[in-house]
């Protein structure tokens, strides 16, 4: 089950980094960085404490990438629903890491999947 604790630091680029326990794809991760990319479009509805509560939602799920290389597995996953709202998560998985890295997230409409 997933959890969460404070933010843990921030690295080098400006992005945070939470101990956070899930799993996805059949495999635990015990770390998720979240980049500020959401903020430029998106941050005037979408939080740091948003995108954890959306990664809750998926724990234990499986999903196929939408594009692998060497280093990581890249996914877009929706709708994801929180506060009765969807949102789009497009993240990637560390392949020798067990970190996770939130790339985006952002709420769609909700016509799109009613």
């Known amino acids: 089950m ?7 630091s921030v690295d080098e680029d400006g992005r945070s980094v939470y101990r956070f ?3 996805l794809n059949e495999r635990r991760y015990r770390k998720v960085v979240i980049d500020s990319h959401f903020k430029g479009k998106h941050g005037e509805s979408v ?7 959306v990664l809750k ?5 499986v999903f196929d990438p939408v594009f ?5 597995e890249y996914f877009k996953v929706e709708p994801i629903f929180f506060d009765d709202a969807p949102y789009r998560l497009i993240f990637l998985l560390f392949v ?9 997230c952002f709420r769609v409409q909700r016509r799109k999947h009613e």
């Open 2 to 8: 997933a959890n969460m604790s404070m933010r843990t």
């Open 21 to 23: 326990r899930m799993t």
């Open 47 to 53: 939080t740091e404490e948003i995108i954890l509560e």
């Open 57 to 61: 939602r998926i724990d234990g799920e």
């Open 68 to 72: 692998k290389d060497v280093e990581f």
């Open 96 to 104: 020798n890491e067990y970190t996770l890295g939130v790339i985006n």
